[in-house]
């Protein structure tokens, strides 16, 4: 079975936001993390090279394959911001359509600026994904 690559590390969060050049996109970064801690109640830590994530669950799919991953998380990827959030939550029709301008695809939220957005809806939406990835939790944690 092929090695996951995205696994929890003890990389510094504040050094990678660091590395973000835009202040504007850097800010952004810095409304997101705080965000995600505030609504989880767990602190940042990268998985791989650029990925914030918060919290950890185990997963065993039917096909036998398992891993680790964090509960919910982000990237300031090039294009636009990319939140983890998995499909149950993005599946959320009432929330999402009171979120803003966003995408959507493979369980993941894109947003190009955060004032296109409403954060108060995209709080409920960390919040849902996390509590989604709690019970999907096969480690027993």
Known sequence: MAELKTKQNDDSVETFLNTI????RRADCQ?????????????AKM?????????KYHYKYASG????????GFSPRKKDYTLYLGYACLANEPLMSRLGKHKTGKGCLYIKKLSDIDLAVLRELVQLAYAHR???DVSGA
């Open 21 to 24: 050049v835009d202040e504007q």
């Open 31 to 43: 409304v997101i993390l705080d965000l995600m801690k505030q609504a989880t109640g767990e602190e």
């Open 47 to 55: 998985w791989g090279a650029a990925i914030i994530g918060f919290g």
């Open 65 to 72: 394959h398992e891993g680790d991953s964090s509960r919910v």
């Open 134 to 136: 709690a019970a999907m």
